[in-house]
Structure formats: C-alpha cells, structure tokens
C-alpha cells in the first residue's frame, strides 16, 4: 500500500527541547519530498506550524482542519494550500480520518495523544486498514510503549495490536514503513 496523504497529529506548543521543533520540520520536508499531502490540525503555532511550514517551503500540498473556535483566536495558517473550517473537534477528526491514507503522531500533548489514539482504535477494531505510527522524537514515546506493554501483560490488550504500530525516531525510516504497511486485523475478542 502506498500512502499519499497522511494525517499528522502534534503539539500546538514548541516542546521545551529544540529538537521537537526540529524534527517536526524534518518531517514536513520529508513528507514534501516523497510528494505526500499533509493534513492537519491548521494551526500556525508551535510543533504543527513548523511541519506545515517546512512541508509547504519544500513544495509540499498542507491541508489544515480547524475548529472554528480555535480560527477565532487567530491560530488558523493562512498559507496552506486548503484550509477547512469546521464547527467542532468531532468534525475536524472525522475529516482528518477520512481524507488520510494513514496517522502519524509527533510529540505533544493530551490532544495529539487522544487524536492518534482514537484512529489506532479504529484500527484495532476493523474501522479502517490505514497505518497508524509514531514518530519517536527525543525518545517521548517510550514511556507510552511501555504503558501499551502494560495493559498486555494485564491482559488488557492483545500482543498484536501492539505490534501494528509502526514506530522510528527517523522521519525517513517512518514515512517508508508506513509506505509498506499491510493490514493484520487480529478480532479482539478471541
């Protein structure tokens, strides 16, 4: 399978370390290169405005979704290629997940961490066959793969599943693993 678009899920806020920023621009460069749409939250600010803005200055396609809410306080990119303004968070996920060939989370916080969560479920669960993968900055996943080893070792999530995440600190390394993606659909319950 060859993903030509993906949704990206990041932190609106720059992170306390530079290479957040960093890498967050290296994979928008990235994703410009291999002549992949972004799609996005829409704003301006923070992790999510250095990917947009690295993507769209290597010549890249960006396709923000914002809430109206959030465009009301002028964090909205008005540079994008498209712009989407929607009424509620709802609405901007189900499109994010409808337009993606695939889901990637950068570091960020309980939104990002709630966004990428909510496809890899779907996932889990048959929704859709779409990769679904981290991008592990500064180690800042670590800690969650842990967690996810956790709930198998408590018996609350099956191995496989675990095992479909597609994980790499390189942005290259990620977007060439999510292009080789197959599906391995495990029912839960078994």
Not at 17 to 28: D, I, L, P, S, T
Not at 51 to 74: C, F, T, Y
Not at 113 to 128: A, I, K, M
Not at 143 to 163: A, C
Request: aromatic fraction near 8%.
């Amino acid at each position: 399978m060859t993903v030509e678009s993906l949704a990206v899920f990041c932190g609106s806020s720059t992170g306390l370390k530079r290479v957040y920023m960093e890498q967050a621009e290296n994979f928008g460069k990235e994703l410009a290169n291999k002549n992949k749409t972004l799609i996005y939250g829409g704003a301006q600010v923070g992790c999510m405005g250095a990917l947009a803005d690295a993507s769209l200055n290597s010549g890249g396609n960006v396709v923000g979704m914002i809430p109206q809410k959030l465009k009301a306080v002028e964090i909205a990119h008005d540079q994008l290629t498209a712009l989407h303004v929607v009424d509620t968070m709802h609405e901007r996920k189900s499109k994010m997940a409808e337009l993606a060939d695939g889901f990637v989370a950068l570091p960020g916080g309980s939104g990002t961490l709630e966004e990428w969560f909510e496809v890899f479920t779907w996932s889990q669960l048959g929704y859709h066959e779409k990769p679904c993968g981290l991008l592990n900055v500064n180690n800042f996943f670590d800690p969650l793969m842990r967690m996810l080893n956790h709930t198998i070792e408590q018996g609350f999530m099956n191995k496989s599943y675990r095992d479909m995440i597609i994980v790499s600190s390189d942005p290259k390394e990620l977007i060439e693993k999510m292009d080789c993606y197959t599906p391995n659909f495990a029912l839960k319950w078994t």
